[in-house]
């Protein structure tokens, strides 16, 4: 099957503030949350329907963060339960499609993440920056298991936060090469608008994610 060549500019958007202007800045597809100084959470019903009147509107994709709070990625039944209610809610509002990150004792909380992943139903899934906690040996594992379980692309920054995207990039194409196709493997973080055509020819990529994807 032929691929898609088309790059797509991932805007990450802290609720419904700058969407209009990412947009027409050339973002083609918008992951939306709230508290990004906490790495994301999940937005409000208010902002997510307000948000998809406007890029249905405008034929741009939204995915939506399912992230109860900041901080690690190990959740508890009560977090799991509310995990679980904001999935209905997109699949109510028809989202394109959500993104959430669940760990266990240094694995995927494999459960929570198929109990999820059925709550979904036809949604497309991005498992997030959750991916970079795993060791580089379960990380290899991980992709084969998300594979396995229809998840759709990995968000990741390839390496350390301390680290630029670009200083990331060896790992990143380990993980492309590993992935094999397979997956969609989604840089992100320190990504910008100035580097990001840098990133796309080095990983030979066509997607790219992060809050400066776009200039406006």
Not at 186 to 196: C, E, F, K, Q, Y
Request: net charge negative; aromatic share 6%; proline share 3%.
């Amino acid at each position: 099957m032929k691929k898609n060549c088309k790059r797509i500019k991932e805007f990450c958007a802290e609720n419904f503030e700058h969407i209009p202007q990412a947009i027409n800045a050339g973002a083609s597809r918008i992951e939306l949350c709230d508290n990004l100084a906490e790495g994301g959470t999940t937005p409000s019903y208010g902002v997510i329907k307000q948000t998809l009147m406007y890029t249905k509107e405008k034929k741009v994709p939204t995915m939506v963060m399912i992230r109860p709070r900041g901080g690690n990625f190990e959740y508890d039944e009560a977090e799991a339960a509310i995990m679980k209610a904001d999935v209905e809610i997109c699949k109510a509002l028809h989202v394109e499609g959500i993104v959430f990150g669940c760990l266990k004792d240094g694995w995927l909380d494999e459960k929570l993440i198929k109990e999820l992943l059925n709550q979904a139903e036809n949604l497309l899934v991005t498992f997030h920056m959750a991916f970079d906690e795993l060791s580089v040996e379960n990380q290899s594992k991980a992709i084969d298991w998300l594979v396995d379980h229809g998840v759709e692309r990995i968000l990741t920054h390839g390496g350390s936060a301390q680290n630029t995207i670009i200083e990331n990039i060896p790992h990143l194409k380990e993980l492309i090469s590993y992935a094999d196709g397979r997956i969609i493997i989604l840089p992100g973080a320190g990504i910008r608008s100035d580097n990001v055509d840098q990133v796309f020819e080095q990983l030979n990529l066509s997607e790219a994610h992060g809050t400066r994807t776009v200039s406006f």
